[in-house]
């Protein structure tokens, strides 16, 4: 166990590495030139130069990235182009949205897809687990957006239950109006998501039918459905353990989507809107958190299913 | 064998695969829905029942009805029309992502699976890193560079699932490698890029094209997501992603009028996944026999619910 956590660990710092190595190069390199971009168009050459130098441009490559992984170390990802502020108190201040956006999300996915998953493969062959499994299918294929709309036109306009846009400005001085207001854009990832996942549940348990000790419990005296939830839901679990890396990835991204089309004050919004304004120095630091959060949480996911799956231990 | 011969043998193998294909309902309904949405982009070319810019201001929010089949915009334009128009977007960006996949991933899995122990090792570490990278935010990350476009959206989408295409595609060239009718090959003298052409590609094969099913499926979101967000379609161009930003500040008055470029997208989508699954189904001969039981799940899908 232990040799396989280091293993993977050193997978992991050398995927943050190349993941950091690839934003910086991407952004740094390609776009030309970053101070004559922040410099604007009537900028003299002694401007661009003062720039240059204030950045830390006109050093040389490695350093730069050296330098930014540096500041990274303790907790300086860099200033915004615009603004000034720092790039971290940014983050974790729109973390504040993001996070328990995420968190909702991921609860609204697995209510999903766990019951329902299951359901459709014990009725595998009945109208109602097809029925099940057709309706997964069609929701895995919605655009997150047109899913968002369709839940706003629903519980916003017609039934008047939630807000269909924003984000209080006291933010969770507010406890009440900012769980609200984030019920449908959670709603809307989780829905998707979960029918995502729905279908992982549905074949690991088709699986799990077929295994030779829930067919023996079965032959012990359990009718079917006992003998899958004594002895086969655990496995169900683990391979639902071993997608949910995928899942955050998947809720990452639907985040953006969705704080945008619901004006939440989230970090997404806030990446589209620094792509558009082009705050290079801000996007690398965006990006670098998102991708190091998907990586950290797969490597979580690794140890965590390797510690909890027997099968797994027995193999060292 | 002649050459001729076996190519009558792998064509008549290959109708053999579409009519199990075709058998299926999945696959029926896969082949039905990409085919008219590839007959919608080819009529776009030609004919839509409006000019889908055309702005008339007296024809506003026209519900759907005759000639307007499915209603007006806010600008009048005939929303059938725009989504006519909008395929020709959806079918561009799925195929060209689909060459990019196929490209990286055949060159990554060729890599990975056939060179030296050291290059294929670095290879497969690097394909297991890459594929952690969301392909929405490797859109991002390009569309801060050059500005949102199409192009954008085709990249990082073709980036991110060549890279999962070798993923999957690389274990499998590496089992074939091993096969007996290989080694045959190998031992009754022919080159290791005829090797790869007759006996490599056309075993992988089935398990690259449900992969690029899938993929194309992706592309569709990705191109609605990020034209939704400003940065795939030029605002010029026809999109359902565009659409749905231009009706979504509408959404309150005109709820009806979202319904159609997301129901496009929906059923685009649902008709590749499908289409991805039915091949899996009539090319994979393990699953063939027992049909339905124990469908693993997908191996991999790259993270875009956009």
Do not use: C
Not at chain 1, 23 to 36: C, E, H, K, S
Not at chain 1, 80 to 107: C, N, R
Not at chain 2, 138 to 145: D, H, K, T
Request: proline share 5%.
């Amino acid at each position: 166990m232990i040799r396989y956590a280091l293993t993977r660990l050193v997978l992991l710092l050398v995927g943050l590495v190349v993941a950091s190595a690839l934003i910086f190069l991407t952004l740094r390199v390609l776009p030309g030139d970053v101070a004559q971009l922040i410099a604007g168009t009537n900028s003299t050459p002694q401007q661009i130069a003062t720039y240059r130098e204030q950045l830390g441009l006109d050093r040389p490559l490695p350093l730069q990235y050296l330098d930014w992984i540096g500041g990274l170390a303790h907790g300086d990802l860099g200033r915004s182009l615009l603004t000034g502020t720092p790039v971290v108190d940014e983050l974790t201040q729109k973390a504040q949205v993001t996070l328990p956006l995420g968190i909702m999300s991921l609860v609204i996915a697995l209510l999903v897809a766990l019951p329902f998953g299951v359901l459709s493969a014990m009725w595998r062959g009945r109208g109602a687990g097809t029925g099940l499994s057709v309706g997964a299918q069609a929701v895995a294929a919605v655009p997150v957006v047109w899913a968002g709309m369709m839940l706003v036109v629903v519980f916003a306009v017609w039934l008047g239950w939630l807000p269909a846009q924003g984000f209080p400005r006291a933010g969770w001085q507010q406890p009440v109006l900012a769980l609200r207001a984030l019920i449908l854009p959670a709603l809307t990832i989780g829905v998707v998501e979960g029918a995502t996942l729905m279908r992982f549940v549905r074949s690991a348990t088709l699986q799990a039918v077929g295994e030779d000790y829930v067919r023996t419990a079965a032959a012990k005296g359990l009718t079917r459905t006992q003998a899958l939830i004594r002895h086969g839901l655990p496995s169900v679990g683990l391979s639902v353990v071993t997608v949910l890396g995928l899942q955050v990835a998947g809720i990452v991204v639907g985040a953006v989507v969705v704080e945008q089309l619901f004006s939440l004050p989230g970090i997404g919004r806030m990446l589209v809107s620094d792509v558009f304004a082009r705050d290079l120095p801000k996007v690398q630091g965006e990006l670098l958190v998102l991708t190091g959060f998907v990586l950290i949480v797969g490597f979580a996911v690794d140890l965590v299913h390797r510690a909890i799956d027997p099968r797994q231990r027995e193999a060292g | 064998m002649t050459g001729r011969q076996e190519g009558i043998r792998s064509a008549a193998r290959r109708q053999g695969r579409l009519r199990r294909l075709w058998a299926l309902s999945t696959g029926r309904f896969g082949l039905i829905v990409v085919a008219v949405v590839a007959l919608t982009a080819l009529l776009s070319l030609f004919w839509t029942p409006f000019d889908p810019a055309h702005v008339d201001i007296d024809a506003r929010w026209l519900p759907p009805g005759w000639p307007h089949l499915l209603g007006t915009d806010a600008a009048g334009r005939d929303i059938l029309s725009l989504i006519i128009a909008g395929a020709r977007t959806t079918v561009f960006v799925a195929v060209s992502s689909g060459v990019i996949a196929t490209v990286i991933g055949i060159a990554l899995a060729a890599l990975g699976a056939l060179t030296a122990r050291w290059l294929r090792e670095t290879v497969a570490v690097l394909v297991d890193i890459l594929i952690a990278f969301p392909v929405l935010l490797v859109a991002m990350m390009l569309a801060a560079i050059w500005g949102g476009s199409l192009w954008v959206v085709v990249w990082s989408v073709g980036i991110g699932f060549g890279v999962s295409i070798a993923r999957v595609t690389r274990p499998e060239l590496r089992r074939v490698l091993h096969t007996e009718f290989v080694l045959a090959g190998r031992a009754s003298g022919l080159t290791p890029a005829q090797n790869l052409r007759r006996h490599l590609l056309p075993n992988v094969a089935p398990v690259f094209f449900v992969q690029l099913s899938w993929a194309m499926a992706i592309a569709v979101l990705a191109e609605a997501g990020l034209s939704y967000l400003g940065l795939g379609a030029a605002v010029t161009d026809p999109s359902w992603g565009l659409l749905l930003k231009d009706l979504q500040q509408y959404l309150t008055v005109h709820p009806v009028a979202v319904l159609w470029p997301g129901l496009a997208i929906t059923l685009t989508v649902l008709g590749l996944n499908l289409l991805g699954d039915g091949l899996r189904e009539a090319t994979d001969p393990t699953l063939a026999r027992r049909r339905g039981r124990a469908r693993s799940a997908r191996t991999h899908q790259p993270e875009l619910t956009a």
